[in-house]
């Protein structure tokens, strides 16, 4: 099977994300183009509007948890970028999906926040993650990537992290 690119990852998490809101009797619809920074539009039932960035992870074992020296265990990390610290907007969410993919089978998970639980993140994680590279006499260049991570119940984590728990399938917006 030739690799996958990132673009397809992206596509399937965002039709993944899709199906789900419909199942949950929103109605969303993906942006094409550019909208810049959301990739699904969406109105509840009571007509209120929202919108939602999707971040996709893909990975061919199920493994339970990645561990990193600094910040231990969790489920899975995404991509961010600076920019990502200084939103704050009631109405933005994002939907970090988690994509097991076995020989037979694909498992879809989904983990949703609200953008100021994110900004707050990755800021803080990045801040420590500075801190720890230099108590180590590591040089450390600055860049504008950031991580998000998922964390499990029962780890303690140097930054307050999202667990698992408490923002799996959390469709409900506002």
Not at 124 to 143: P, S
Request: aromatic share 10%; hydrophobic share 35%.
């Amino acid at each position: 099977m030739p690799k996958r690119d990132k673009n397809s990852v992206s596509l399937a998490g965002e039709f993944a994300v899709l199906s789900q809101l419909a199942l949950q009797n929103f109605n969303a619809s993906m942006t094409l183009g550019h909208t810049k920074g959301v990739d699904i539009l969406i109105s509840d039932p009571a007509k209120r509007m929202y919108r939602l960035g999707v971040k996709t992870t893909c990975q061919n074992s199920k493994k339970d948890a990645t561990k990193s020296k600094d910040f231990g265990k969790f489920l899975d990390s995404w991509m961010m970028n600076k920019k990502h610290e200084d939103v704050d907007d009631d109405a933005l969410f994002y939907c970090f999906v988690h994509i097991v993919d076995l020989e037979k089978e694909k498992i879809f998970r989904f983990f949703i926040l609200p953008c100021k639980i994110v900004a707050k993140y990755v800021k803080e994680e990045h801040q420590y993650w500075r801190k720890a590279k230099q108590k180590e006499g590591r040089r450390v260049k600055d860049t504008d990537m950031r991580l998000l991570r998922i964390g499990l119940e029962g780890e303690e984590y140097p930054v307050d992290t999202p667990l698992a728990k408490s923002c799996e399938n959390n469709w409900e917006f506002a």
